[in-house]
């Protein structure tokens, strides 16, 4: 497939702005998703990564595309790529956003670029993210969009060596991805990508085994986990998927210092690294 990079990178520099007042019941509703506490008064401190939960792009059935997303074009360029999924990213915090705060989020464009993977092309979109609660800077995050293929079936073929088996890390928590779970955080984000609740679409036509648990989810899940060890936020949190995980095996999280930070990763049972992060105080 031919993919003029020079036009896509001409939304390079677009921006997007969009607001939301934080709600004491989505921060219920986070907390049950995630079977985890926090206050749910107005003032208190939101639970860690529910910004991913605000101010998403909310467009109307007929601007969706195939997978449920929006259709591209607009503020995202229109990579003619079927595959899109969150390659990774960072958070760096700032301070806390707290229950009834009105959080902007002022996205743009800072890069577009192509590459060649194994199963064929990739087109890697970078966004910033700025977020702001009240005016006040809450936290700085890079995204990282990766768009690609469908592989035939001769690039799903397993390499003859593939990667190992992942270590359980120092701590350790196993997560069941329960399609009811998949569907509670799509519904917490707006996320209409079908990949994660409609089963017969992730088989028939993307020729996934399963339904796909969400990048930013696991992310969230690790962060989490880094705070719970330490007690506190961490200044920096990064990661960077490497493979999938589906909802037909459950994973586990993982934790391990790393000097004074901690090395973090997911993994399906018995499988390998499916993401590595780092958190820094």
């Known amino acids: ?136 800077p809450v936290l700085s995050e890079r995204q990282d969009i990766v768009y690609r293929d469908i592989p035939t079936a001769a690039a799903d073929e397993p390499a003859k060596a593939g990667p190992a088996p992942a270590r359980a890390g120092e701590s350790t928590r196993v997560i069941v991805p329960h399609p009811t779970l998949l569907f509670r955080y799509s519904a917490l984000t707006f996320n209409g990508h079908r990949i994660h609740y409609d089963k017969p679409f992730c088989i028939e036509t993307e020729g996934y085994p399963g339904l796909v648990v969400h990048g930013p989810m696991q992310a ?20 960077r998927s490497l493979l999938p995980i589906f909802d037909n095996t459950n994973f586990s999280l993982n934790a391990s210092p790393d000097g004074d930070g901690l090395k973090l990763w997911t993994a399906a049972a018995g499988g390998p690294v499916a993401m590595e992060a780092q958190a820094t105080w």
């Open 1 to 136: 497939m031919d993919i003029d990079i020079t036009y896509l990178q001409d939304w390079i520099g677009r921006v997007q702005t969009d607001s939301e007042v934080l709600s004491p019941r989505l921060v219920r509703q986070f907390n049950a998703t995630f079977d985890r506490t926090s206050g749910t008064a107005p003032g208190d401190a939101a639970p860690l990564l529910i910004h991913l939960c605000l101010a998403q792009p909310i467009a109307p059935m007929a601007e969706l595309g195939r997978d449920g997303h929006p259709e591209l074009g607009g503020f995202l360029p229109p990579v003619p790529l079927p595959r899109r999924m969150w390659a990774g990213g960072a958070f760096t915090f700032h301070d806390p956003i707290h229950i009834g705060q009105e959080v902007i989020r002022r996205s743009t464009i800072t890069d577009v670029q192509m590459k060649q993977g194994r199963s064929g092309a990739l087109c890697f979109v970078t966004v910033r993210h700025e977020v702001t609660a009240d005016g006040r």
């Open 220 to 239: 969230t899940m690790l962060c989490q986990l880094a705070a719970d060890l330490k007690g506190r936020t961490p200044a920096r949190f990064t990661f």
